[in-house]
């Protein structure tokens, strides 16, 4: 439908009252509000910096720093700095490794495992991260629901965020974009979402995409985007920019915005007309961000800021609209502490990306934008970064500042194809152009912390560090295909198994294990599955066991290695609280290989293993020590095996608060 | 517990029997009737499924 654009802005209050039902809000949590406390901060002397490179890879890193390319990094190690290989949690995921350094624990202190776990009463595949309750009540009047009661987002991770305990002790943090904190934890610190934080309909990210090219009209990209036929009739394109789904209706109908694109009959340029607004593009320019605005009701809306990305006018009409993001100057949904930081930073910047990940990797991956496309998108979100944190540096004079960066994870994810010639999906004529991608985001990051180094002075502690570092995705391991073969799961249909996801082929009663995510795989135990047929104890036990040791002794008979390096047992590993959360068996694979891309949502391809010829081409899915991370301090380090969980130890002993009882980790200086 | 006969051709059948004997089904009719409880559950399921999807894939590490 489209919007008149005059509804008054819907407060998140309101908004969360729907909870999930939103579907919007799918994910999504917060209705307990943050509750302001008004009393003042703390003076610490001691001053902290940590900078966050998603995914800056030890074995890279060490090789540029050895070769003068990274002359910032250098400068501080020959001023008494030190870097050492991180490790990384098991299994290296972003929120499981982050959330090891946000609680100082492993998984099993708070709880997220995986990007994925499963509801064992459905099997069913799900967030790990958050969890949306819907409004309980509800008031139909005709075609309307009205919420009685509220829903609410939860963010499901354990054990306390570091930046909290440091406001125990009255020492200020200010804390940007740290993954795995959606919805922020309540604090009276000022943190902002990142990792996690959905697009407005409540997903991590759809992208539209308007063309008439015959070859592109399929409903769905692929994942990640939806690709919508148009007609250029007389240079007049005519377009629906899809929005969440609007729970105050009973059929809860998705909600459009209706656009048209005027064509120059001349030029290559066209001008966008969309809420009453419009905006001129050429050919090959992007809008900045557009705020749009969903009306759920007569007096309320929600609303979004995108970006416009006029592809090609002709031959062909391709129109780009990135995923929607929650606009940080009326955000619908919590992305911040307090509430007002986020509006704060949208009176002083204008729009900026809220979206955990705002790299569009999946038109990517989909050939809707090309690789020139994607660096320039991505090199938007770098120069935002790089002017928040400016701004973040310029007041920081107390306290801890955590700043984090998500381009180093993002076209290493993309790019890695292009500097590996042995990768199915090497492509000489685009390594030509292309393969030096992953050695300047390195530079990038260099010239980053430079930045950084004009606010530090002697009371600083200066840490850099990674969640993870990189490796080859050359082949998929289908694990759920591999536990089927072994007679561990079975298939209702045999002949169907290829069409088969969501575990809607198996037979539960004949089935003794099963894989839901990118490491995890589950008994199919009974007591605690709907259907379970294993036993507890030992029977469960030494299943676990076979499994295991069967799942090391795999060989790829292509390549004569063994994918799976490590097949970890959860209570070999963990420690905690949040143990019963965790998946029977963790796979740690060897380098170059992955969980395929079917198997994580109970899918069963054919082979064992295959090749991965698309452009999401690095990975860390492997066994940690495959797989370091970086860490980097302006001071020696002392120790000699750091990981990340160490980090928050190192963290708190700065400001001379001791560590919590379950926090695992030692300072490593 | 009352019960309904349905009508499917020659050739079907004999693939019905044939793939219930190998999935281990006590008979062909357990496994038909598996099989349709099992596709009115994708079907009746299958708006809430699909949306979980869509949701996931945007993750980048899925297809």
Redesign the interface.
Same mark, same amino acid.
């Given at each position: 439908m489209s919007q008149s654009g005059k509804s008054r802005p819907f407060s998140r209050r309101e908004f969360l009252k729907f909870g999930a039902a939103a579907a919007t809000a799918a994910g999504l949590g917060g209705a307990k509000a943050f509750v302001p406390k008004v009393y003042g901060r703390g003076r610490a002397t001691q001053k902290v910096i940590v900078i966050g490179m998603d995914g800056l890879d030890h074995g890279l890193f060490g090789r540029w720093v050895e070769s003068g390319t990274l002359p910032t990094f250098e400068k501080i190690l020959r001023a008494g700095g030190d870097f050492r290989p991180l490790g990384t949690s098991i299994p290296p995921q972003s929120p499981v490794a982050w959330s090891n350094f946000i609680t100082g624990t492993d998984p099993g202190g708070h709880g997220i495992y995986d990007f994925l776990t499963r509801d064992p009463k459905t099997y069913i595949p799900e967030f790990s991260a958050t969890e949306t309750d819907a409004a309980r009540r509800t008031l139909r009047i005709g075609n309307t629901v009205l919420p009685l009661s509220g829903g609410r987002v939860r963010n499901l991770r354990g054990g306390r965020a570091f930046w909290q305990v440091l406001e125990d002790h009255d020492v200020p943090a200010t804390v940007i974009r740290i993954p795995s904190n959606y919805p922020p934890v309540p604090t009276r610190q000022l943190t902002l979402s990142g990792m996690n934080t959905p697009d407005i309909k409540g997903s991590y990210g759809i992208f539209n995409y308007y063309t008439n090219e015959p070859r592109g009209l399929v409903e769905e990209a692929g994942g990640g985007g939806r690709v919508h036929e148009v007609y250029v009739i007389g240079n007049r394109v005519e377009g629906k920019l899809p929005g969440p789904n609007n729970s105050f209706r009973a059929d809860g109908p998705e909600m459009e915005i209706d656009f048209k694109v005027f064509i120059d009959p001349v030029n290559p340029v066209a001008k966008v007309v969309i809420q009453g607004r419009e905006f001129i593009l050429k050919e090959k320019e992007w809008s900045g961000w557009q705020r749009v605005s969903f009306g759920l009701f007569p007096t309320q809306s929600v609303g979004g800021i995108c970006l416009f990305y006029l592809k090609e006018v002709r031959p062909k009409f391709k129109l780009y609209v990135s995923p929607i993001h929650i606009d940080p100057g009326r955000p619908a949904l919590p992305i911040s502490t307090p509430d007002s930081y986020a509006r704060e930073l949208e009176r002083r910047f204008g729009p900026f990306f809220t979206k955990g990940l705002p790299a569009d990797t999946a038109a990517l991956d989909n050939d809707v934008l090309d690789e020139e496309e994607f660096l320039r998108q991505d090199d938007l979100v770098l120069q935002e970064s790089l002017e928040l944190m400016d701004y973040e540096l310029s007041r920081f004079d107390e306290g801890l500042l955590f700043y984090y960066f998500s381009s180093t994870d993002q076209r290493q994810h993309m790019f890695w194809r292009l500097i590996d010639p042995g990768h199915p999906a090497y492509d000489p004529e685009l390594a030509a152009r292309y393969g030096g991608v992953i050695k300047n985001v390195y530079v990038a990051m260099d010239r980053a912390l430079d930045r950084v180094m004009k606010n530090v002075d002697k009371d600083t502690l200066l840490l850099v560090m990674s969640d993870h570092g990189f490796n080859p995705f050359r082949r998929g391991f289908n694990l759920n295909t591999w536990l089927m073969q072994s007679g561990y799961h079975r298939l209702a249909r045999p002949w169907q198994q290829a069409e088969s996801s969501f575990f809607d082929n198996t037979d539960w009663s004949k089935t003794r294990a099963y894989g839901v995510g990118l490491n995890g795989l589950y008994i199919n135990e009974r007591g605690r599955e709907r259907e379970g047929v294993v036993g507890p104890g030992a029977e469960k036990a030494n299943l676990v066991r076979e499994i295991a040791a069967k799942l090391e002794g795999v060989v790829d008979p292509v390549t004569g290695e063994h994918p799976v390096l490590h097949a970890y047992v959860a209570g070999d590993v963990y420690h905690g609280a949040y143990l019963d959360r965790a998946p029977d068996i963790v796979l740690g694979f060897n380098r170059g290989y992955r969980i395929s891309w079917q198997s994580p949502l109970g899918g069963f391809p054919k082979e064992v293993l295959e090749n991965n010829t698309r452009k999401w081409s690095g990975d860390h899915m492997g066994s940690p020590d495959v797989i370091p991370g970086v860490v980097l301090a302006n001071r020696a380090i002392r120790s000699g095996a750091p990981a990340l969980y160490d980090l928050t130890a190192t963290v708190l002993d700065v400001f001379g608060i001791n560590k919590s009882p379950d926090m695992i980790g030692t300072t490593i200086l | 517990m009352g019960s309904a006969k349905v009508k499917v051709d020659k050739g079907l059948y004999e693939k019905v029997k044939k793939?219930a004997g !190998? +999935? /281990?089904y006590s008979s062909p009719a357990e496994f038909v009737a598996?099989?349709l409880e099992?596709e009115i +559950?994708?079907l009746e399921e299958s708006d809430s *499924?699909e *949306? #979980?999807?869509?949701?996931?894939? /945007? !993750? /980048?590490? #899925?297809?």
């Open positions: - | 793939y !190998l +999935a /281990g598996h099989c099992k +559950a994708t *499924e *949306e #979980i999807k869509k949701k996931l894939k /945007g !993750l /980048g590490y #899925i297809s």
